[in-house]
């Protein structure tokens, strides 16, 4: 029979905020880029932004769901930021735009929004494929 206890939430190991260097043109007062914070998203919180972009679509008398990937991808990874606090009023006035997702899209190059959207996956459980996790699971 197996162990419940190691399931209980007290025993699970809680997964960490992490440092990511997202981009060289946000320096501090000495020149070195500054690092983001981010922080894994659960998958309660992950239901809840892809509801946000899904909508009911109705062709031809036919009914079905739509998801905008860009606006759920864009939603997940502002979620998943902590530093820098994309929800600050001074922040999105200094690039005169309102929204946490809207002023991510404004304030990074599409390589960058790459780099910390890769991040957000790797640190949320989005980087390991079944294969892996079944290898992991025989250890």
């Known amino acids: 029979m197996s162990n419940l206890k190691a399931f209980l939430f007290e025993n699970a190991e809680r997964a960490q905020e ?24 659960t998958e309660a919180e992950n239901e809840n932004i892809r509801r946000s972009c899904t909508r009911k679509v109705t062709h031809r008398g036919t009914s079905s769901v739509e998801t905008d990937n860009e606006a759920y991808i864009t939603k997940l990874v ?10 600050d009023a001074e922040l999105q006035a200094s690039y005169g735009v309102m929204g946490a997702d809207t002023l991510l899209k404004k304030m990074l190059l599409a390589g960058e929004f790459g780099i910390l959207s890769q991040a957000v996956s790797e640190i949320s459980g989005f980087d390991k494929g079944l294969q892996e996790l079944k290898e992991e699971a025989k250890n």
Do not use: C, H, M
């Open 78 to 87: 502002a979620e998943a930021v902590v530093y820098p606090d994309l929800k």
């Open 18 to 41: 992490q440092d990511v260097v997202v981009s060289k043109r946000f320096k501090d007062e000495t020149g070195n880029p500054v690092s983001w914070k981010i922080r894994p998203i």
